[in-house]
């Protein structure tokens, strides 16, 4: 319990039924469902006459479920939450993130926190930190080559693990442009690690001269911008398509000027719902941008088949034993790394595991 002149803050028990509950109870009229499978830190502020004043959670590096009584919205009790809970995340972490309504932009912008994106009218997403998108910026024009002389295609890819669909997307965007830029997603969040997948790619695109691997960081298809991606969700709701949203508008304002990024190209999907939400955002909110969307039929097994290739088939053939199966999904270059890097066997068990849809 920590106090101070007006409030105090108290620690609920997230394993209790009672605790969560009221935590429910008070967020429900607020507009927020409290789901405290998606926190691992809450707290809640009291008068000190034990009247709840707001409450507010994190998970990771994410503020979350942050929200204030209408009659305590005068005092300084929003600051109070907020600053604990970023103190907190900021004693493990060089950056902090909300998810939030926009008509609470300019509450947090007021202690600090800096937007990065919004898709109205239902959320938006500030950060705060001793790192920025500014940073990643600076890394962006690192990475950018001397020569480039005109615009540039971009592709994002988890890669979990890279397939012959990706390597066959990768290859067209490489002949139809001057340069092409993979963004591989960054968060630890898939049954292969990102170095791992980072080096797959590389070790499947290799042969092209035209093609540069960037790392997706905070800002490409990641935990602070679209958490619902790692999710299994096979009816993606609002969130989910704001979420979508969030990410593509930061894409467009603040990653393709920096390296002359005019299109973007993606996979046709089939199986997964939230990443068919996404490829519905971008082919809608892109051209508005100035950037074309170029969707690209999935490559099938065996063509005429109908049977597309996709990384859950290589994540089920690795689960269930079926290496034979891998010839007709893997290019060479990852059968090879898995052969020579990974052991199969413990990827088998976490894949049994794993959560992830992706």
Partial sequence: MIENSDFRIEEPDLSSRFDVELIRRFLSPLGFYFDESLVDYCIILYTLNDDIVGVGSCKGKILKYVAVAPRFRESGAFAHIVSHLTERVMSNNRQAFVFTRPENITRFEGIGYRQLATAQPLISVLE????????????????KPGNQQGKAASIVINGNPFTLGHQYLVEKAARENEQVYVFVVQAEKSAFSFADRHEMIRLGTQHLPNVVLVKGGEYIVSCATFPN??????????????????????????IAPVLGINKRYVGTENYCATTAFYNKAMKAILPNKGIEC?????????SGSGEFISASKVRAAIKNNNVAELQYLLPETTIQYLQDKMDLMSIRTRLS???SRH
């Fill in 229 to 254: 991606y790692f999710l299994k969700n096979e009816n993606p709701d609002a969130i989910t398509q704001k979420q979508a949203e969030l990410d593509i508008e930061i894409f467009v304002s603040h």
């Fill in 294 to 302: 170029c969707e690209v039929q999935r490559l099938e097994k065996d």
């Fill in 353 to 355: 595991t794993a959560d």
């Fill in 128 to 143: 705060f930190g001793y790192q920025s998108i500014d940073d990643y910026k600076q890394y962006l024009k690192s990475i």
